[in-house]
C-alpha cells in the first residue's frame, strides 16, 4: 500500500456506505483506496435495527464483518488516516492526509457521513444514539408503549410527534422553552391526550446512557424511558463543499439518482446526502455509487 499511490477510485469514509461501494468496485476489478478515521456516528449505538440479516446486531460487528469481506478483493485497500484536502488536477484528484500521505485518483467518492450538533443539555450527548434517539424506524419497537419524550419545536415538532404517536400512546412534547408551534397544531396535540411543556430543560439524568429523568430548569423532573429528539447537524467533511460540490438547503450533499454530485467525477453516498439516517439506506447507496463509478470509468475508456 505504502508504494501505491495511483487508484481507479479514492473512497473517503469506510463506514456502511463506504465499505458497500468499495466492494461493488472491487468485484468490478477497480484499483481502490478507502480512507476512514474510525469514528463512525454511530459508534454509541448498541444495536442496529430494520436490517433484514442483521437485525439486533451491532454497529461495530456489522463494520468489522463487511471490512473484512470488502479487503478479501485484492484490489481494494484500506488506510487508517484523516483526509485534511484534496484538489482538481488534469486526470483526476489528488487527496492528502493527515499522515502526510498522498494520492490521485480518476474518481472520489464521498461517504463521510454527518456531525451532530449536541444541544447545549447536560447528559444528552452521553444518551445520543442509545435512549436519546432520532429514528423511529431504527429504534422504535424496542421502546414501544412506554412513557417517550420529545425533544423538538416548531412545524418539525408536530411532524415528529404525529410520527412517534404510532409507537406510544404516553407521550410528552418537551418544547425546550416558548412553544412555537401554531395554536391550530396545538389543538390537534392535545386532542391526542399529548402534554406540551415549554420549561427549559437543564440536565438529562441517565444511567450509562439510558435516559431516568428529565430535568428542568426550575428544578422539576419528569421521568421518561427514552427521548426522541430533532437536532441539527453539519457536514463531518468540508472538502466536498471546498471542491465545489453543491450542498442543499437541508444541509446535504447534492446529489442525482446515480449518487453524483455537481461536481464531474466526484460522488457521495450515505447519511452526507439524505435525511434517510439508517444502515440499509447508507449500503444500498453505496452499491449504487460504486456500480455508476466503475460504469463511467468504461464509458471514458471503450
Known amino acids: ?38 469514528k463512525p456516528c454511530n459508534r454509541q449505538t448498541p444495536h442496529s435495527h430494520n436490517f433484514i440479516t442483521q ?24 488506510l487508517e488516516d484523516v483526509v485534511l484536502s484534496g484538489s482538481k488536477t488534469k486526470n483526476g484528484f489528488v487527496i492528502n492526509t493527515q499522515s502526510g500521505a498522498s494520492f490521485t485518483a480518476s474518481k472520489l467518492l464521498f461517504a463521510t457521513g454527518l456531525s451532530d450538533q449536541m444541544p447545549d443539555i447536560k447528559g444528552f450527548a452521553e444518551c445520543w444514539g442509545i435512549s436519546v434517539l432520532h429514528c423511529p424506524y431504527c429504534h422504535g419497537y424496542e421502546v414501544r408503549h412506554e412513557s417517550i419524550g420529545l425533544i423538538v419545536n416548531g412545524d418539525i415538532a408536530f411532524e415528529f410527534t404525529r410520527l412517534i404517536s404510532n409507537w406510544t400512546k404516553d407521550l410528552t412534547l418537551f418544547t425546550n422553552g416558548k412553544s412555537t408551534l401554531k395554536p391550530e397544531q396545538i389543538d390537534k396535540i392535545k386532542q391526542h391526550n399529548i402534554e406540551i411543556i415549554e420549561t427549559q430543560i437543564a440536565e438529562i439524568e441517565h444511567h450509562e446512557g439510558y435516559v431516568t429523568n428529565i430535568v428542568f430548569k426550575d428544578g422539576s423532573k419528569q421521568k421518561v424511558s427514552a427521548i426522541f429528539a430533532k437536532i441539527t447537524f453539519k457536514q463531518h467533511s468540508e472538502l466536498p463543499e471546498q471542491l465545489g460540490c453543491e450542498i442543499n438547503e437541508q444541509g446535504f450533499i447534492q446529489v442525482d439518482d446515480l449518487q453524483r454530485t455537481t461536481i464531474p467525477g466526484i460522488y457521495a453516498a450515505g447519511d452526507n446526502t439524505t435525511m434517510a439516517r439508517a444502515v440499509s439506506v447508507a449500503i444500498a447507496a453505496g452499491t449504487k455509487s460504486g456500480s455508476f463509478i466503475n460504469k463511467e470509468l468504461i464509458d471514458e475508456t471503450f
Open 1 to 38: 500500500m505504502e508504494d501505491n499511490k495511483e487508484f481507479d477510485v479514492i473512497i473517503i469514509g469506510g463506514s456502511y456506505a463506504g465499505l458497500s461501494a468499495g466492494m461493488a468496485l472491487g468485484r468490478s476489478l477497480r484499483k481502490v483506496l478507502i480512507i476512514d478515521a474510525g
Open 55 to 78: 437485525d439486533g446486531q451491532t454497529p461495530k460487528r456489522i463494520a468489522e464483518a463487511a471490512k473484512d469481506q470488502v479487503l478479501k478483493y485484492n484490489t481494494v485497500s484500506f
